[in-house]
């Protein structure tokens, strides 16, 4: 039992560190998105649809700049909920490693 024990916490170790790192990746992606370049994508896409709105120029399909952005914040929502399920797991997985120490 003693060899499962330790394949439990070197798991149970990989496991927290995937979780900091997803979270350091989450974090990364939520600066992006606040950063002044993911701003500036949103804000000169916006000014040029106007513009072709006014002009009658407005194509039905996304931009390049739209895209990009869109895919950003998918990929935020993802990680984040990724991120939450983890961090549940993780936790109900140290309490079955203690109860497997414990026998």
């Not at 949103?42 to 002009?55: H, S």
């Not at 194509?59 to 869109?70: A, E, G, P, V, Y």
């Amino acid at each position: 039992m003693q060899s499962n024990n330790s394949t439990l916490s070197s798991y149970n170790s990989l496991l927290t560190s995937h979780i900091k790192d997803v979270a350091k990746f989450n974090s990364s992606t939520k600066d992006w998105l606040s950063d002044s370049t993911a701003a500036d994508l949103f804000f000169k896409d916006a000014a040029n649809r106007i513009v072709r709105e006014e002009l009658g120029l407005l194509q039905d399909k996304l931009s390049t700049r739209q895209k990009i952005l869109t895919i950003v914040k998918e990929i935020a929502d993802s990680s984040k909920f990724y991120l939450d399920r983890l961090v549940g797991i993780s936790a109900v997985f140290e309490g079955l490693i203690q109860l497997v120490d414990r026998e």
